[in-house]
């Protein structure tokens, strides 16, 4: 057993610390003898043991009285904690530090987010390098000003009518992610911004989102119930409305779309719950439980009540704005929000060569435990957690030029965070006036649940850009703070973030739950050279004094950033190589394809790349990070200007040399002739993928391995290509275009230098309004439900039609009824349980019908669905009447529209004989059995 598999044994509880102790020294042993050179293992195992001893203090299993007062923290610095520490890092030998550091090292590989006033992380970050507020009051269309009044003291109102706003938290694309509309509207919007946003993520980072499945990707979401249930009426009472207000679904939403088998967990720690996130995350990849994670936090305020509550715990600001660290601190401002990074071990990102945002070198959490109150914040405690993740990952504080605080903007609340923080720098440093601190909640609002992940992206955006943003609405310092004497600033202007020659860049976050729960991560910046930090250091050198009034970067500024990028991206491998690339995109359907190549080619035009090794990036980026899906398009270029020609022309429906579809396998423009193709026939994928579904008819490359595509377009296509390399380019477009699998990678082992990812805007999702549509009626679980009321619909073949698209089986709304085939089983046409029980409810109310689940499950299709309908309303045409004024009069309770007995046979009977489904009998013991599976 090894030192790692040893410790999670022991955090497992299944053996003891006197029998983790021995087995480690047995394995220290077993490698010394082992070793063939000089050096042993036995200091590696030796620093896991005391890791492991020092983990678990004597003093935790120890109960004392603590004092229901918390002591003031001194403002002289506090001694070195004595003792040994949970990490011991020998910083007399830089090397053996280095490694244990990089060993614990978190790389953040991708992000994304959407904030108040800000749906992508460009806008984002203009609004923080700007200063800009983003609160507004909250708009009519989420709920009325009937909860406001001014006078705190009114019962049921808020004296605060402002929010940081999530102006698109209704807007999903419900087909994307293979979910009906009608399960998308009775999903809370926060499931779907966090689904969402993951799958950005993945896309942000280059990875193909289909080839995790099976994997042990982790998911952990800071989030909290809201109050999207109160709104559905009677229609949340229902399997959708079940699953789509748990908290315990929204993690899982992406784990079940992508088959991910990593720790899936719902984190509510409140106000932290986001960081802890994070921070569990990392513990989750350092014990390998996770080979990767998708860690952050979302929130949404969909009704009043998270205003009033805190309004008469008095917490908000009257203001409507965040004032931290001022004087004029007086509360905050709800915000709403979703944030996910996407995280992996430091030593795997460096070994897939995965792009890199910054690195977590330490994190922490902790509890208040007992204070002056259950929601009052803890300074010692804060203090304490930060000391232990400096101790624990050898942090020097002096390196740390940044906090992003959780600087909610209250009057006790921030001189309690700034003192803490002084306490625990001071303990290692004598340093001052060299830390700037912050709060994103100045431009943005607290987004609670979310708050950390939003910390976390802005310091990682500081780091791209190289720049301090400021903290706003920043006048005169709080009275009860003090920095004169301290490390800090408070950073009120946009400013080059300078570091010491070679140094990089470091931040804190921390994030504070109002439950007690305490989180702190310290992140740097990711150089993966001393020459890069070189050349970094010398851009900004050159460029500090550009900085001009108004928070505005000059132009040169600009350019000399994007220059050190560009550098850093091609990692310094440009040979001057040029060639044909295949650029593939990919989208659901036709529509999705053309908005996609359209925001391409609008953003490969803002870049302007003209590097030969820049243009290999994109086209490797677009096959191997990019998810296949059903339609498809290729263009062929060599430069930048071939692909916009290319990509205009295809969304100009142009006919291009440059652009291959489906069609191009019989165009003119290509002639055949006999010769052996480079691919095999099991080459074409003809199932589906996780979105969409390759075309059951596309032809297999058995077609194409007699003939070979002679190329009448121009010959500049065809320059610096030998005419075997030129047929297999074209070979291989074809294959994908028409729903193949290309091996893209094994298609640069002979290029003389290897292309690296770019991080490229992902696929443009189709922007919908899906919000509860219901009264938001006051529903109590034991209200009595309404008998349901059928109706002789004229046409049932519509009912189908309309019920199936509102599911998404078999079509979309978007698609023609004739693309259905009615004779296939709706199990075949993405039928599931959760689907087929709402169908089930749908047809009973609007019917009286009873369709069983074993029917749904097992066979049942559109046509005979159809049948059944039709029989229904013919039946009802006659006797409805009859039917009717006979229930009246006899006052049974029986339900009319299944028992029918007035010259009529029974329905269940009428079902039996026509269409060959089971009567009560055999209903009720299939239905047994299909419980019981």
């Given at each position: 057993?090894?030192?790692q598999?040893i410790?999670?044994?022991l955090?497992?509880?299944?053996?003891?610390?006197?029998?983790?102790?021995?087995?480690?020294?047995?394995?220290?042993?077993?490698?010394?003898?082992?070793a063939?050179?000089?050096?042993?293992?036995?200091?590696?195992?030796?620093?896991?043991?005391?890791?492991?001893?020092?983990?678990i203090?004597?003093?935790k299993?120890?109960?004392?009285?603590?004092?229901?007062?918390?002591p003031?923290?001194?403002?002289?610095?506090?001694?070195?904690?004595?003792?040994?520490?949970?990490?011991?890092?020998?910083?007399?030998?830089?090397?053996a530090?280095?490694l244990?550091?990089?060993?614990?090292?978190?790389?953040?590989?991708g992000m994304?987010g959407?904030?108040?006033?800000?749906?992508?992380?460009?806008?984002?970050?203009?609004?923080l390098?700007e200063?800009?507020?983003?609160?507004?009051e909250?708009?009519?269309d989420?709920?009325?000003?009937?909860?406001?009044?001014?006078d705190p003291?009114?019962?049921?109102?808020?004296?605060?009518?402002?929010?940081?706003?999530?102006?698109?938290?209704?807007?999903?694309d419900?087909?994307?992610?293979q979910?009906s509309?009608?399960?998308?509207?009775?999903?809370?919007?926060?499931?779907?911004l966090?689904?969402?946003?993951?799958?950005?993520?993945?896309?942000?980072?280059?990875?193909?989102?289909?080839?995790?499945?099976?994997?042990?990707?982790?998911v952990?979401?800071g989030?909290?119930v809201?109050?999207?249930?109160?709104?559905?009426?009677?229609?949340?009472m229902s399997?959708?409305?079940?699953?789509?207000?748990?908290?315990a679904?929204?993690?899982?939403?992406?784990?079940?779309?992508?088959?991910?088998k990593?720790?899936?967990?719902?984190i509510?720690?409140?106000?932290?719950?986001?960081?802890?996130?994070i921070?569990?995350?990392?513990?989750?990849?350092?014990?390998?439980d996770?080979?990767l994670?998708?860690a952050?936090?979302v929130?949404?305020?969909?009704?009043?009540?998270?205003?009033?509550?805190?309004?008469?715990?008095?917490?908000?600001?009257p203001?409507?704005?965040?004032?931290?660290?001022?004087?004029?601190?007086?509360?905050?401002v709800?915000?709403?929000?979703?944030?996910v990074?996407?995280l992996?071990?430091?030593?795997?990102a460096v070994?897939d060569e995965?792009?890199?945002?910054?690195?977590?070198?330490g994190w922490?959490v902790?509890?208040?435990?007992r204070?002056?109150?259950?929601?009052?914040?803890?300074?010692?405690?804060q203090?304490?957690?930060e000391?232990?993740?400096?101790?624990r990952?050898?942090?020097d504080?002096?390196?740390?030029?940044?906090?992003?605080?959780?600087?909610?903007?209250?009057?006790?609340?921030?001189?309690?965070?700034v003192?803490?923080l002084?306490?625990a720098?001071?303990?290692?440093t004598?340093?001052?006036?060299?830390?700037?601190?912050?709060?994103?909640?100045?431009?943005?609002?607290?987004?609670?649940?979310?708050?950390?992940?939003?910390?976390?992206?802005?310091?990682?955006?500081?780091?791209?850009?190289?720049?301090?943003p400021?903290?706003?609405?920043?006048?005169?310092?709080?009275?009860h703070?003090?920095l004169?004497?301290?490390?800090?600033?408070?950073?009120?202007?946009?400013?080059?973030?300078?570091t010491?020659?070679?140094a990089?860049?470091?931040a804190?976050?921390?994030?504070f739950?109002?439950s007690?729960?305490?989180?702190?991560?310290?992140?740097?910046?990711?150089?993966s050279?001393?020459?890069?930090?070189?050349?970094?250091?010398?851009?900004?050198?050159?460029v500090?004094t550009?900085?001009?009034?108004?928070?505005v970067?000059?132009?040169?500024?600009?350019?000399?950033?994007?220059?050190?990028?560009?550098r850093r991206?091609?990692?310094a491998?440009?040979?001057?190589?040029?060639?044909?690339?295949?650029?593939p995109?990919s989208?659901p359907?036709?529509d999705?394809?053309?908005?996609?190549?359209?925001?391409?080619?609008?953003?490969?035009?803002s870049?302007?790349?003209?590097?030969?090794?820049?243009?290999?990036s994109?086209?490797?980026?677009?096959?191997?990070g990019?998810?296949?899906?059903?339609?498809?398009?290729?263009?062929?270029?060599?430069?930048?200007?071939?692909?916009?020609?290319?990509?205009?022309?295809?969304?100009?429906?142009q006919?291009?040399?440059?652009?291959?579809?489906k069609?191009?396998?019989?165009?003119?423009?290509?002639?055949?002739?006999?010769?052996?193709?480079v691919?095999?026939?099991?080459?074409?994928?003809?199932?589906?993928?996780?979105?969409?579904?390759?075309?059951?008819a596309a032809?297999?490359?058995?077609?194409y391995?007699?003939?070979?595509?002679?190329?009448?377009?121009?010959?500049?296509?065809?320059?610096?290509?030998?005419?075997?390399?030129?047929?297999?380019?074209?070979?291989?477009?074809?294959?994908w275009?028409?729903?193949?699998?290309?091996?893209?990678?094994?298609?640069?082992?002979?290029?003389?230098?290897?292309?690296?990812?770019?991080?490229?805007?992902?696929?443009?999702?189709?922007?919908?309004?899906?919000w509860?549509?219901?009264?938001?009626?006051?529903?109590?679980?034991?209200?009595?439900i309404?008998a349901?009321?059928?109706?002789?619909?004229?046409?049932a073949?519509?009912?189908?039609?309309?019920l199936?698209?509102?599911?998404?089986?078999?079509?979309?709304s978007n698609?023609?009824?004739?693309?259905?085939?009615?004779?296939?089983?709706f199990?075949?046409?993405?039928?599931?349980s959760?689907?087929?029980?709402?169908?089930?409810?749908?047809?009973?109310?609007?019917?009286?019908?009873?369709?069983?689940?074993?029917?749904?499950?097992?066979?049942?299709?559109?046509?005979?669905?159809?049948?059944?309908?039709?029989?229904?309303?013919?039946?009802?045409?006659?006797k409805?009447?009859?039917?009717?004024?006979?229930?009246?009069?006899?006052?049974a309770?029986?339900?009319?529209?299944?028992?029918i007995?007035?010259?009529?046979?029974r329905?269940d009977?009428?079902k039996?004989?026509?269409?060959?489904?089971?009567?009560?009998?055999?209903?009720?013991?299939?239905e047994?059995?299909?419980?019981?599976?």
């Open positions: 057993m090894n030192a598999a410790l999670r044994s955090q497992e509880g299944n053996i003891s610390l006197a029998e983790a102790k021995h087995r480690l020294s047995e394995a220290s042993r077993q490698e010394q003898r082992l063939e050179g000089p050096v042993s293992a036995q200091d590696a195992r030796q620093d896991l043991s005391q890791e492991i001893q020092d983990s203090p004597e003093s299993w120890l109960h004392k009285q603590v004092s229901t007062t918390e003031k923290l001194e403002r002289e610095p506090s001694p070195r904690p004595s003792g040994p520490t949970r990490d011991s890092y020998d910083e007399s030998n830089d090397e530090a280095r244990k550091r990089d060993s614990d090292a978190i790389a953040i590989i994304s959407q904030f108040p006033q800000a749906n992508t992380m460009e806008q984002f970050w203009s609004n390098a200063g800009r507020d983003c609160i507004s909250v708009p009519a989420r709920w009325d000003m009937s909860f406001y009044d001014a003291k009114t019962p049921g109102k808020s004296y605060s009518k402002w929010m940081g706003v999530l102006e698109e938290a209704d807007q999903f419900p087909h994307f992610f979910l509309p009608a399960e998308a509207e009775l999903m809370d919007p926060q499931q779907r966090f689904l969402e946003h993951c799958w950005r993520s993945l896309e942000d980072a280059g990875i193909a989102p289909s080839s995790l499945a099976g994997s042990r990707c982790g952990f979401a989030c909290s809201n109050d999207y249930d109160h709104l559905m009426g009677n229609e949340g399997a959708y409305g079940l699953v789509g207000r748990s908290i679904i929204l993690p899982a939403r992406i784990s079940y779309f992508l088959n991910l990593g720790p899936c967990l719902a509510d720690t409140s106000c932290s719950a986001s960081l802890v996130a921070a569990e995350a990392c513990n989750s990849l350092k014990l390998g996770s080979d994670a998708l952050g936090g929130c949404v305020l969909t009704n009043p009540a998270m205003h009033i509550m805190t309004s008469k715990a008095g917490m908000l600001s203001d409507g704005r965040c004032f931290t660290f001022d004087n004029r601190a007086n509360g905050f709800p915000g709403e929000g979703v944030g990074i996407l992996k071990r430091l030593a795997d070994r995965d792009l890199i945002y910054g690195v977590i070198r922490g902790n509890q208040d435990g204070t002056n109150g259950i929601t009052a914040p803890s300074g010692q405690s203090s304490e957690l000391r232990d993740v400096y101790e990952f050898g942090i504080p002096e390196s740390i030029t940044m906090v992003e605080t959780h600087g909610t903007g209250t009057r006790l609340g921030d001189p309690i965070e003192e803490a002084t306490a720098f001071q303990t290692y004598q340093k001052k006036g060299y830390c700037a601190l912050g709060s994103v909640k100045s431009n943005i609002g607290h987004l609670l649940t979310a708050a950390g992940a939003a910390g976390v992206i802005k310091v990682l955006l500081s780091m791209q850009h190289k720049l301090l400021p903290t706003i609405h920043f006048e005169a310092l709080n009275d703070i003090t004169s004497e301290s490390p800090f600033y408070v950073n009120t202007q946009l400013r080059p973030w300078n010491a020659a070679s990089p860049r470091r804190a976050v921390s994030s739950g109002f007690g729960t305490n989180a702190h991560l310290v992140i740097e910046e990711y150089v050279s001393a020459q890069e930090i070189a050349c970094s250091t010398q851009v900004l050198s050159q500090a550009q900085v001009v009034a108004g928070n970067l000059s132009s040169s500024h600009v350019a000399a950033m994007n220059a050190a990028d560009a991206s091609t990692n491998r440009n040979d001057g190589s040029v060639g044909q690339y295949v650029f995109l989208a359907d036709a999705g394809l053309i908005r996609y190549a359209n925001m391409l080619r609008k953003w490969i035009s870049k302007g790349y003209d590097n030969p090794e820049l243009v290999k994109l086209a490797y980026t677009l096959q191997t990019r998810e296949p899906m059903k339609e498809r398009v290729v263009i062929i270029a060599a430069h930048v200007s071939d692909l916009l020609l290319g990509l205009e022309s295809y969304l100009n429906n006919t291009s040399p440059h652009v291959i579809t069609r191009h396998v019989s165009d003119t423009s290509l002639a055949t002739a006999d010769t052996p193709n691919y095999t026939s099991d080459a074409l994928n003809t199932g589906t993928n996780s979105i969409g579904s390759y075309p059951t032809p297999t490359f058995a077609a391995s007699k003939t070979s595509l002679h190329w009448q377009g121009p010959q500049s296509l065809r320059d610096g290509l030998p005419p075997n390399d030129f047929k297999h380019l074209i070979d291989v477009a074809n294959t275009v028409n729903g193949g699998i290309v091996p893209w990678r094994e298609q640069y082992t002979n290029s003389s230098s290897s292309p690296v990812r770019l991080r490229l805007p992902g696929y443009p999702l189709r922007k919908e309004r899906y509860v549509r219901y009264a938001s009626a006051d529903v109590a679980p034991t209200q009595q309404q349901p009321t059928h109706h002789a619909y004229t046409d073949r519509t009912y189908v039609y309309e199936l698209a509102r599911h998404s089986i078999g079509i979309q698609q023609s009824v004739n693309s259905l085939d009615e004779g296939l089983p199990i075949q046409l993405g039928l599931d959760l689907v087929a029980i709402h169908i089930q409810n749908m047809i009973m109310k609007d019917f009286g019908l009873e369709v069983t689940m074993v029917q749904l499950m097992d066979g049942l299709n559109t046509r005979e669905l159809i049948q059944l309908l039709e029989g229904v309303n013919h039946e009802l045409a006659i409805q009447t009859e039917a009717v004024a006979s229930e009246h009069s006899s006052g309770e029986r339900r009319q529209w299944l028992d007995e007035h010259n009529v046979p329905m009977q009428m039996q004989r026509e269409y060959g489904v089971p009567g009560q009998k055999e209903k009720k013991q299939d047994a059995v299909w419980m019981e599976l």
